[in-house]
T-cell receptor, first 111, second 115 residues
């Protein structure tokens, strides 16, 4: 079945450092890809998404590109802030179906 | 819009008791999902509905779990009897189901502790 693998955390960075969180997937057909973020004690919020190959999703300085050839959707940000500290989930779904999540990566940013 | 509403936010109960979790999806959304989050298993689907009809309940652990969606604005997830291993955060999410890439909007979750 479909699955998502993302890098294990925690990831600890200093403010203004460059962030990469790796995500690869296994899926039939052409899934949509998502990054969700979860702040402590809260539900998940959509960070960005891409629905077809070579699409780039972006939001709040975060970016990810749907790479079908490498089945990847790596999350990047050029300069992280303390407020970016959270758990990040890579996910996929086939149209209209439930999301399949990676295990999540905890990001901790210190000033 | 108020977003997805879940209640209660926290529930502490004793083993063997019945637990009912509630969800109100975003108005106009016709797909509703129940997910469970644990440290061991991460986020996993329990069940999802489309137009109030259960489509995939393969994630429901066992007969102790049941879910209903009597109308487009309300769903319940019931556990009877509850067990300590059911302790988790339960999320409800909804989407408009208009096509690929539809965003699922999550509620704040219900943190369930079964003693």
């Amino acid at each position: 079945g479909d699955s998502v693998t993302q890098m294990e955390g925690p990831v600890t960075l200093s403010e203004e450092a460059f962030l990469t969180i790796n995500c690869t997937y296994t899926a039939t057909g052409y899934p949509s890809l998502f990054w969700y973020v979860q702040y402590p004690g809260e539900g998940l919020q959509l960070l960005l998404k891409a629905t077809k190959a070579d699409d780039k999703g972006s939001n709040k300085g975060f970016e990810a590109t749907y790479r079908k050839e490498t089945t990847s959707f790596h999350l990047e940000k050029g300069s992280v802030q303390v407020s970016d500290s959270a758990v990040y989930f890579c996910a996929l779904n086939q149209a209209g179906t439930a999301l399949i999540f990676g295990k999540g990566t905890t990001l901790s940013v210190s000033s | 819009d108020a977003g997805v509403i879940q209640s209660p936010r926290h529930e502490v109960t004793e083993m063997g008791q019945e637990v009912t979790l509630r969800c109100k999806p975003i108005s106009g959304h016709n797909s509703l999902f129940w997910y469970r989050q644990t440290m061991m298993r991460g986020l996993e689907l329990l069940i999802y509905f489309n137009n109030n009809v259960p489509i995939d309940d393969s994630g429901m652990p066992e007969d102790r779990f049941s879910a209903k969606m009597p109308n487009a604005s309300f769903s319940t997830l019931k556990i009877q009897p509850s067990e300590p291993r059911d302790s988790a955060v339960y999320f409800c999410a909804s989407s408009s189901d208009r096509g690929p890439g539809d965003t699922q909007y999550f509620g704040p979750g219900t943190r369930l502790t079964v003693l």
